[in-house]
T-cell receptor
Framework: DGGITQSPKYLFRKEGQNVTLSCEQN?????MYWYRQDPGQGLRLIYY???????QKGDIAEGYSVSREKKESFPLTVTSAQKNPTAFYLC???????????????FGPGTRLTVT | QKEVEQNSGPLSVPEGAIASLNCTYSDRGSQSFFWYRQYSGKSPELIMF????GDKEDGRFTAQLNKASQYVSLLIRDSQPSDSATYLCAVNVPKDGSYQLTFGKGTKLSVIP
């Protein structure tokens, strides 16, 4: 089955701990994205990557870090510097290539992170 | 001015009726427009995308785009209770030499049996 997987589905952490969310895709998509969704809010872009070993900050990158060592994988680390980490985190991918505009994005099932 | 605006709803329609969901955007440089459906507790699912002015039909769904008015809409014909969900409008917006997808906050649709 082709698709995007995110793990775990639910994650609980204590305040002050870093946590890494997994995102893997087997769609052969070039671009990958991380969004955050809070109740009553639209999706907000955290980081995105259009090619391996390159990524850019989105609108709310503070307190987060990413890596893109493989085309299939784009893990997100929520650091202790993120002030309000409790949210629904969504990974997406698309066929977008540099300079070719924006194609449709497909989402993984999401990870719901709760930090207490 | 917010980049992508949607009426938050809830929008209630009877089963079998046409549901009309609307979205306006502020950046005239936007070129691609998307509609996602999101069930409660689930991730967004792409249902339509449109790039050119006019209508695009796919089954019971029709996307309409009017770039002059900066307006995009989604019509759902013969609405079913299973269509009850939040519908997200997304628009690609030029930013920092590339494009980013900007989402509205979504319109909650309720189809009444």
């Amino acid at each position: 089955d082709g698709g995007i997987t995110q793990s775990p589905k639910y994650l609980f952490r204590k305040e002050g701990q870093n946590v890494t969310l997994s995102c893997e895709q087997n769609l052969n998509h070039d671009a990958m994205y991380w969004y955050r969704q809070d109740p009553g809010q639209g999706l907000r872009l955290i980081y995105y990557s259009q090619i391996v070993n390159d990524f850019q900050k989105g609108d709310i990158a503070e307190g987060y870090s990413v890596s893109r060592e493989k085309k299939e994988s784009f893990p997100l680390t929520v650091t202790s510097a993120q002030k309000n980490p409790t949210a629904f985190y969504l990974c997406a991918s698309s066929l977008t290539r540099l300079g070719q505009g924006l194609r449709e994005q497909y989402f993984g099932p999401g990870t719901r992170l709760t930090v207490t | 001015q917010k980049e992508v605006e949607q009426n938050s709803g809830p929008l209630s329609v009877p089963e079998g009726a046409i549901a009309s969901l609307n979205c306006t955007y502020s950046d005239r440089g936007s070129q691609s427009f998307f509609w996602y459906r999101q069930y409660s507790g689930k991730s967004p699912e792409l249902i339509m995308f449109i790039y050119s002015n006019g209508d695009k039909e796919d089954g019971r769904f029709t996307a309409q785009l009017n770039k002059a008015s900066q307006y995009v809409s989604l019509l759902i014909r013969d609405s079913q209770p299973s269509d009850s969900a939040t519908y997200l409008c997304a628009v690609n917006v030029p930013k920092d030499g590339s494009y980013q997808l900007t989402f509205g906050k979504g319109t909650k649709l309720s189809v009444i049996p």
